[in-house]
């Protein structure tokens, strides 16, 4: 077979945990960066290819057309070789349970990723900001295409920062459990095609879904908040969310477009972020990733049987 088994798999990525483990801090942060910065590219990738996808294609293959190429993201952390929090709460719980890796290097992991996670994201946020959006420049830009990627990159974030608190948490448990199955699958394949299949499909599917995910979120609204105080970009935006009728009458163009811009100035702050949506995205997702994947896979496949009871030797007393 080219492929190995679950049991295999699960053996496998217990033994990755404690791997893992015994990684410097040094090595964490590093390649945790670049894990952020990998992600925020296919954040970014997804962001540019799907902002005019749904004009064309309509909104349900635009979304797919979204999450495809968002895939890329987490191919360059696999085969790169990188350190994300979602798949390590896979790793590092899964290599807890079977006692290879201890609970508080679980913690210190999940920590240290998660920060450099966040830095290499707002790394790549504010480089591209630099290289798109004159951030770094006397005057603003308006990015590609006249300003409509970032009006997309602005929606994104808004959608984002409107969800409840339950409603990302939930929506982040789903999202790791097929981001973490990504992984799984790609630890099942021998090879390097095999490995992107692996990876490509349960992306899609939850960038298709809506799942949210704390490490692209790490881009996704900071990119959102960066081109939300570009008066020309903000102004792309907030026509683009105008109905026929209200394109038909200017005064009530003129009302919706003052209106989503104070929506946009009361929504858009790092508090609210942090708050309603990156701490509830990292805990749905520390529980897609270490209970719905790595805990129940442990149970079935790793978990050893309890020992038969001895029978007492009755000839001894005889």
Not at 16 to 35: E, M, N, P, R, V
Not at 90 to 95: A, D, E, T, V, W
Not at 196 to 223: D, K, L, Q, T, Y
Not at 273 to 285: A, D, Q, R
Request: aromatic letters at 12%.
């Amino acid at each position: 077979m080219n492929f190995f088994g679950p049991g295999e798999v699960a053996g496998n990525a217990s033994g990755i945990g404690k791997a893992k483990s015994t990684l410097s801090i040094g090595k964490l942060l590093i390649l945790g960066i670049l894990a952020g910065a990998y992600i925020g590219f296919g954040a970014n990738l997804a962001t540019v290819v799907g902002h005019d996808a749904p004009k064309y294609l309509g909104n349900g293959v635009g979304q797919l057309l979204f999450g495809a190429v968002f895939s890329t993201g987490l191919m360059l952390v696999v085969i790169g070789g990188a350190e994300l929090f979602t798949g390590n709460n896979m790793f590092m719980m899964i290599g807890a349970l079977n006692g290879q890796n201890t609970w508080g290097s679980l913690i210190k992991n999940w920590i240290i990723v998660w920060i450099a996670n966040f830095i290499g994201s707002l790394l790549l946020v504010y480089i591209m900001a630099g290289g798109f959006y004159g951030f770094f420049d006397a005057a603003p830009a308006v990015g590609l295409f006249k300003g409509a990627v970032g009006a997309k990159a602005l929606a994104v974030a808004k959608g984002k920062l409107e969800l409840t608190w339950a409603g990302a948490f939930c929506r982040a448990i789903l999202c790791n459990w097929l981001v973490c199955m990504a992984v799984w699958l790609a630890l099942a394949s021998k090879d390097v095609a095999g490995k992107i299949f692996g990876i490509f499909f349960p992306i899609m599917a939850f960038v298709a879904s809506g799942f949210e995910h704390s490490v692209a979120n790490m881009f996704f609204v900071p990119m959102g908040l960066v081109v939300s105080q570009i008066p020309a970009v903000l102004d792309v935006a907030a026509q683009s969310t105008l109905s026929a009728a209200q394109l038909a009458d200017p005064a009530a163009a003129a009302t919706a477009v003052a209106a989503f811009k104070t929506t946009v100035g009361n929504l858009f702050t790092w508090g609210n972020f942090i708050m309603k949506n990156l701490i509830p995205v990292t805990l749905g997702n520390i529980v897609g990733g270490a209970i719905f994947v790595a805990s129940l896979y442990w149970y079935s496949y790793l978990k050893k049987a309890p020992a038969a009871p001895v029978a007492p030797d009755k000839s001894a007393k005889a």
